[in-house]
T-cell receptor, first 112, second 113 residues
């Protein structure tokens, strides 16, 4: 059973516009969420995280929003750049454990 | 952060053979993990590699199929045994330094014919 879901397998955005990647989870015990970025032939790279005590975390062009009641988080990239083209995975964990649960990824293409 | 290397980066193997994947970290870490990413799928945890004791396997994965070694705090191996085409996947090693972030190696891309 997939506990973390990314329902959009792909997304295309024009350079300079906002990219919004969505993620839903089912386990109410999750209290820590991360976004990873993956280029082809490389391992996932940590991008940004958010704890359940917050509803927003911002780092430069990247902002993650968390809606606990909806069990939904999103990653906003603005402005989008061609170098942002990659597969983005969201992941969730319960701090009491060590396991991270990953979504299936969303392939973002930023068109110049 | 952590610098993680994996060997081999890719391989093509025949059905019925075994492949051992190595993971080396640039500094000592407590937790090391092995993941699999099958085509179009999410990253699935295979097992946690424990130093000095047997690995802890997730549901659906067994030691006979995926034996793991963890001889010290910077190194681990994962063996994919008696391979079949269904084992074609990317295998990723990861480590944690805290409960908050996992760092991944570059992955080993395996194709079984």
């Amino acid at each position: 059973d997939q506990q973390v879901k990314q329902n959009s397998p792909s997304l295309s955005v024009q350079e300079g516009r906002i990219s919004i990647l969505n993620c839903d989870y089912t386990n109410s015990m999750f209290d820590y969420f991360l976004w990873y970025k993956k280029y082809p032939a490389e391992g996932p790279t940590f991008l940004i995280s958010i704890s359940s005590i917050k509803d927003k975390n911002e780092d430069g062009r990247f902002t993650v929003f968390l809606n606990k009641s909806a069990k939904h988080l999103s990653l906003h990239i603005v402005p989008s750049q061609p170098g942002d083209s990659a597969v983005y995975f969201c992941a969730a964990s319960a701090r009491t454990g060590n396991q991270f649960y990953f979504g299936t990824g969303t392939s973002l293409t930023v068109i110049p | 952060s952590a610098v993680i290397s994996q060997k081999p980066s890719r391989d093509i193997c025949q059905r019925g053979t075994s492949l051992t994947i190595q993971c080396q970290v640039d500094s000592q870490v407590t937790m090391m993990f092995w993941y699999r990413q099958q085509p179009g799928q999410s990253l699935t945890l295979i097992a946690t590699a424990n130093q000095g004791s047997e690995a802890t396997y997730e549901s659906g994965f067994v030691i006979d199929k995926f034996p793991i070694s963890r001889p010290n705090l910077t190194f681990s191996t994962l063996t994919v045994s008696n391979m079949s085409p269904e084992d074609s996947s990317i295998y990723l090693c990861s480590v944690t330094r805290s409960a908050e972030t996992q760092y991944f190696g570059p992955g080993t891309r395996l194709l079984v014919l």
